[in-house]
């Protein structure tokens, strides 16, 4: 990178899930080859117990300027820092990679206060203000959805397709008011498949609408009358968005990867800095 | 069998989910071989459209005696009956193996009138009156907890091990009077078991807590002031007494295996009756 610009990209699917202490530096000096001897930032599970260096999660409230360290005798000749995580006490809670990402809301939007929403496989909702993040939420919604779209027998019912905005909405909203309907509804998609060919575009978005409705029941504290930023994967964040206008709160949108990239900036300058 | 006595029992892995419908003749040749060209009476997905003959949904209200379809030309030698699935149009649900236990209720007690809540991968709550299914109702909780304890990211945090009875009762005391609060705590035991080391056995015994306990909500209707008798395995059968004891609701218990063959009993009499 060269501030927030991105100068070559590269990916690789060798992550820390796969991967042994030991060998992060040869998957890192394979996937930079050729590159300069720049400073590396990571962030992420590279940076959890299982991944190269642990970088202790600083507990809230903490500033949401990038915490790093560093992994010991610069791999490959480049001086290589992992950001840490954030952690919440009580009620528990952990975040690994979101810091990075909020570190970069405030690094194009110094004056933001209000939430971060992050959706995702485990979603997020943070609180910020004055610079720090003071406390946050997380949702086990994309895991669940995952699983159950196709992992259970909702996966012979539950297929692509366009998300009809009205099924979703009505979803949310029976999820909302009442989510032990939302759950009595699960199988119910299943039989309207088996029974009336309930159309599989039209069963995912039920099942989406369900989960986020009852992820929005569960977090109304976090939303209701807050300024709300979503930083998400597009089509996601859409959802997300379409349910907070049903309850009144217009959300910003941000893209994920312009906030990521400039999280790693800003690490980089704070790295410089010493 | 004899009457609703087991004389010798197999076991065979070779279900439905492996087979193309020209292989069942040949699978069950090889279970049986050796025994005599008694009938066959066969029950659960070994019906579905993708068994071995489709044995039709009755749809109710329906008799709880077992309805049957031949496996055309006598397989083997011997007549082969296959017991249909139970549907509901509005709202949409469907049984299968399910309606066989509920024949053998039945059986077992031919006055019975109240529900029958049959806990297992995908449990059923009957409503049971006049020798006839009524209605009924479906949830994922036994699919669910299999996907959320073996594979989502909880399966690092939840373990085998005795339930905490009053850990169970606090979940599904929550999970009843704020569902919400309960899709809020399940990324929470993650977290917990990060952060301060939480015990795998109480991990699992507040999931199940919280699945069964959205589980009580929904079926309000079918238990509150209701003759409940639950038919399903024992440790689970008894997490579902234990909840409904909360709630004031004294449950009868049957094992799964006596009502499955006396169901089976029961329609192989209704066979030899023509």
Not at 40 to 52: D, H, L, P, T
Not at 142 to 150: H, R, S, Y
Not at 253 to 262: G, N, Y
Request: hydrophobic content about 45%; proline content about 7%.
């Amino acid at each position: 990178m060269s501030g927030r610009t991105v100068v070559e990209a590269r990916d690789s699917d060798q992550g820390m899930g796969g991967l042994t202490p030991d060998r992060f530096a040869g998957v890192l000096a394979q996937a930079t080859q050729g590159w300069p001897a720049v400073p590396v930032i990571a962030c992420g599970m590279v940076g959890s117990r299982q991944g190269w260096v642990e970088a202790p999660y600083a507990p809230v409230p903490c500033p949401a300027a990038p915490r790093m360290v560093a992994v010991p005798g610069d791999p490959g000749g480049r001086p290589v820092r992992v950001i840490c995580g954030v952690r919440q006490d009580d009620p528990a809670d952990v975040m690994r990679g979101e810091e990075t990402q909020i570190a970069g809301l405030l690094a194009l939007d110094p004056d933001f206060d209000g939430i971060a929403c992050l959706p995702g496989t485990h979603t997020k909702w943070v609180r910020i203000s004055a610079g720090e993040i003071c406390n946050f939420k997380s949702f086990m919604t994309g895991e669940l959805f995952g699983l159950i779209a196709n992992q259970s027998v909702l996966r012979h019912s539950v297929g692509e397709g366009d998300c009809d905005p009205a099924l979703f909405r009505d979803a949310v909203s029976d999820a909302m008011s009442r989510p032990e309907r939302g759950y009595a509804g699960l199988f119910q998609l299943r039989a309207e498949s088996l029974l009336s060919g309930l159309n599989p575009a039209a069963a995912r978005a039920r099942l989406s609408g369900t989960l986020i409705g009852w992820e929005m029941a569960a977090a109304r504290p976090w939303w209701l009358g807050s300024q709300v930023t979503i930083i998400g994967a597009p089509a996601l964040s859409a959802l997300y968005a379409d349910a907070l206008a049903a309850q009144g709160v217009p959300a910003a949108r941000m893209s994920v990867q312009d906030a990521t990239l400039a999280g790693l900036s800003a690490a980089h300058r704070q790295f410089l800095q010493g």
